[in-house]
């Protein structure tokens, strides 16, 4: 970005910006989850959970709102269409994803605290058939900053329904991952030529430490 630290500090500001963590969960990050056991190569996502985890810790310390959204599905939101295009590519069916109450739904690396909201899908989009957009709204939340697994499916998929809804968007690459390098490095550019702002995570933790604005959030709700 060739802006300036303050101008893009503003844009970012805590009091109108939400921290977006998409999906990092179990089944999507860890050995033993069902990606995992499948033999994806998961060698990228330790690196994106450790930047997710900072950038949790400073939008909270700024005052900024931090959602978490996860995959929770039952054989019953199971997508048919889904399951028909893998038939029509003669790949093998795979088991459910992030079931609800088991384990591979569990988020990883940054988890929820008090405070945070947490947004259950069942689709690739955090907006699809939730009330994310009206909590957002509510909360005064304009600019979202965005994170998570995998940059080319859900993170993706969120970016251009924030964009399409008229939210400011950034995504914090190094705090994405995909299963590819050079699927990841893609997702971004795609992102980058089309609704979203790239950011790294050093430069957006930065901005919310230094932000005149940083608990501002904060300070409202004790009042």
Same mark, same amino acid.
């Given at each position: 970005m060739s802006q300036s630290a303050e101008a893009f500090a503003e844009w970012i500001a805590p009091a109108r910006s939400a921290l977006l963590i998409v999906d990092m969960q179990v089944d999507f990050a860890l050995a033993d989850g069902a990606l995992g056991r499948a033999g994806v190569d998961l060698s990228a996502v330790p690196e994106a959970l450790r930047q997710a985890g900072r950038l949790a810790r400073a939008a909270r310390s700024a005052g900024a709102t931090v959602v978490f959204v996860g995959l929770r599905t039952t *054989? +019953?939101? /199971? #997508? *048919? %269409? !889904?399951? +028909? $295009? #893998? $038939?029509?590519? &003669? =790949?093998? +069916? #795979? =088991? &459910?994803?992030? $079931? @609800?109450g088991e384990a591979g739904a569990a988020f990883v690396g940054p988890t929820p605290a008090d405070g945070d909201f947490v947004v259950v899908k069942t689709r690739y989009s955090a907006f699809h058939n939730t009330d994310l957009e009206s909590r957002l709204r509510a909360a005064g939340v /304009?600019?979202?900053?965005i994170c998570g697994l995998t940059t080319e499916c859900c993170v993706d998929a969120a970016a251009r329904d924030a964009f399409? $809804? /008229?939210?400011?968007?950034?995504? %914090? &690459? /190094? %705090? @994405?991952?995909?299963y590819q390098p050079d699927i990841h490095q893609a997702a971004l550019r795609s992102l980058e030529l089309n609704c979203a702002i790239l950011a790294a995570s050093d430069a957006i933790v930065? %901005? !919310?430490e230094r932000s005149p604005h940083a608990g501002q959030k904060a300070a409202l709700a004790r009042s």
């Open positions: *054989p +019953e939101t /199971d #997508s *048919p %269409a !889904w399951a +028909e $295009r #893998s $038939r029509r590519l &003669g =790949e093998v +069916e #795979s =088991e &459910g994803l992030c $079931r @609800c /304009d600019t979202l900053v399409q $809804r /008229d939210f400011h968007v950034f995504v %914090a &690459g /190094d %705090a @994405c991952a995909a930065t %901005a !919310w």
